[in-house]
């Protein structure tokens, strides 16, 4: 038989090393959702309703509108501020309070939204910009005080163009660009001064411009773009940043990428030492960019419930529904950011501070579902551990193994030393090993029954379960005891409908931790370990095999026995 029916030990074991040491670098991140919608909320909606929000939804923070009122009565809002209007710190107080109100527990990654609306100011209007850059420095202060993660840019002016280059202004581009980076350093400085060691999360930065990137003189196309002149206010940004802070390219453009290849293909172009992102940033600022500036992505939901026909649409792949979809380029996006996805809407809601139409559905009344679909792709652990105690408080688990506590046998004749002989093993499972031979057999005496194996060099007990459909997510495990010496893995692996094993890059293995935190609480018997993990089916993928590996065990003493396995599908 094939030797990749069981994954070798090796390679798992060095991918843990691997993902340690980037751990204690503090390289790896989680992932997390962060919302913004038509349904922005401002401070006093989060004073009244954070608790709910953080208990009914699945994100890990929000991006929220400072609104306040100033003694003359006119309303001001960090969504509107690129205007040569004034503000006062003082008119911000009671936002503050607020905002010190709130109880954070699972939203730990929040962002002020700062818009640069209505593109007022001009860029040679050094008082207009003093004015922009103090507000913004007021915004900074407040995320700072109120113990936000930063603020959340907008550069979109959604009014007059101000970064697509005009030669109206009677300077060439090269000179247009001097003073937009000089704008670019003062803006960052005044940021810095309140907040040094932010998270600036920009929907979009150095992305926007990318195509420019892939030429030979960037300028040539950036004078004829809308935000042509970003690039160099970015450049400025770079001049001044802190080293503790971070720069998030949100990546607007993630509303319409579809499938894992594009959104790993718009990272690594973001990412690149020598991509088309890098190319737009002047060489002094090079490394900067290398260190402080992360990739994200934005996430369009309206995709996905707007009707056929419009031009914002993703519909089903054949078989599947719109819900699958969501939740196959979602997994994409999560797999592709160093941390964040921004999940935008527009015509839901997930809450109703500013919800245009009452009538409008809640995102979940619109997709049923949606819901946990996030809650699964973001953190399939947390997300399996919440249904499972669901499903056994509601008695509604089904294991869907066959023999799962090894209870029960059967006798197999099996080819050993070119002689056929009788061996006892438990019903149900089947089992492969490389040669030399070790022993598999049933021990009805422990456990009430259990798979065991000694002296096995390499080699697993196996069981394949079908159909299963891309984007299911199932929780597998397996109890295991050791004796002497040798490896145990749970492995799962992959067939395609026509029995050939297929996506090997995404077989799964789980080890046997005796401290590690369970996800299924299930009594453990004295001296056992729980291997476990969630697992979501890939694309192609019609039969999930488990398999209970061993390795190198070197004597007929050494021993590892396995007990109560499971397989239950999640959603």
């Known amino acids: 038989m094939s030797r990749l029916r069981f994954l070798p030990m090796f390679v798992f074991l060095c991918a843990a090393v691997f993902v340690s040491a980037l751990s204690a670098q ?25 608790g709910e929000m953080q208990r009914s939804s699945p ?81 900074a202060q407040i995320a700072k005080e109120a113990g936000l993660k930063g603020l959340s840019i907008d550069f979109e002016p959604y009014g007059k ?38 998270v600036l999360f920009t929907l979009f930065i150095g992305q926007v411009n990318m195509s420019a990137g892939l030429d030979f003189q960037p300028d040539s196309i950036l004078k004829q773009r809308h935000y042509g002149l970003l690039p160099a206010f970015f450049d400025g940004m770079l001049d001044a940043i802190p ?57 369009y939901l309206d995709m996905y419930t707007n009707p056929e026909g419009v031009h914002y649409y993703r519909g089903p792949r054949e078989g599947g529904t719109r819900l699958d979809r969501l939740e196959e380029n979602l997994s994409a996006a999560v797999a592709a ?62 294991n869907l193994l066959k023999n799962p506590e090894f209870a029960e046998s059967k006798i197999v004749k099996k080819q050993i030393d070119d002689k056929e002989v009788e061996v006892l093993l438990p019903a149900n499972w089947s089992t492969w090993q490389d040669k030399p031979l070790g022993t598999f057999s049933w021990d009805g005496e422990t456990n009430g029954g259990s798979a065991k194996a000694t002296g096995v060099k390499w080699g697993c007990y196996m069981q394949s379960f079908n159909p299963v459909k891309p984007s299911e997510y199932y929780y597998v495990a397996i109890d295991a005891r050791q004796q002497g010496t040798g490896q145990i893995k749970m492995g799962i692996r992959w067939n395609n409908a026509k029995g050939e094993w297929t996506r090997e890059s995404e077989d799964r293995i789980f080890s046997f931790e005796k401290d590690l935190p369970l996800i299924d609480n299930r009594p453990l018997p004295d001296g056992w370990m729980r291997a476990e993990g969630i697992v979501r089916i890939p694309e192609g993928v019609a039969v999930l095999q488990v398999q209970a590996g061993i390795r190198d065990q070197t004597t007929a003493d050494d021993a590892a026995w396995f007990d109560n396995a499971a397989l239950i599908r999640l959603r």
């Open 26 to 50: 503090d390289i790896v991140r989680s992932k997390k959702l962060i919302q913004l919608g038509w349904d922005i909320p401002n401070t006093a909606y989060l004073k009244q309703h954070h």
């Open 59 to 139: 994100f890990d923070g929000v991006m929220l509108a400072l609104d306040v009122t100033a003694p003359d009565g006119k309303r001001y809002s960090s969504q509107t501020m690129m205007t040569a209007q004034p503000w006062d710190s003082a008119w911000f107080a009671t936002a503050i309070e607020d905002l010190k109100a709130c109880r954070w527990t699972t939203f730990t990654d929040n962002f002020i939204r700062v818009n640069f609306t209505p593109g007022e100011i001009d860029w040679n209007n050094d008082k207009g910009w003093e004015i922009f850059c103090s507000k913004t420095a007021i915004c």
């Open 161 to 198: 163009a101000i970064f697509m280059y005009s030669s109206d202004s009677g300077l060439s581009f090269s000179e247009m660009k001097q003073i937009v980076r000089k704008r670019g350093r003062q803006w960052m400085e005044a940021i810095a001064s309140k907040y040094p060691d932010m």
């Open 243 to 299: 080293p503790k802070m971070s720069v998030v390219d949100g990546c607007e453009d993630g509303y319409v990428l579809n499938g894992t290849d594009e959104f790993n293909r718009l990272a690594l172009a973001i990412q690149s030492i020598g991509g088309p992102a890098i190319r737009l940033v002047s060489p002094e600022n090079r490394e900067k960019y290398i260190r402080q500036v992360r990739v994200g992505f934005g996430f």
């Open 337 to 398: 950011t160093d941390e964040y996805v921004w999940i935008y809407g527009e015509h839901r809601h997930w809450w109703k501070p500013n919800v245009p139409n009452e009538k409008a559905q809640h995102w979940e009344e619109a997709m049923p579902g949606m819901v946990q679909a996030l809650r699964f792709t973001k953190n399939p652990r947390d997300a399996a551990k919440q249904k499972l105690e669901t499903l056994r408080k509601e008695n509604r688990v089904v």
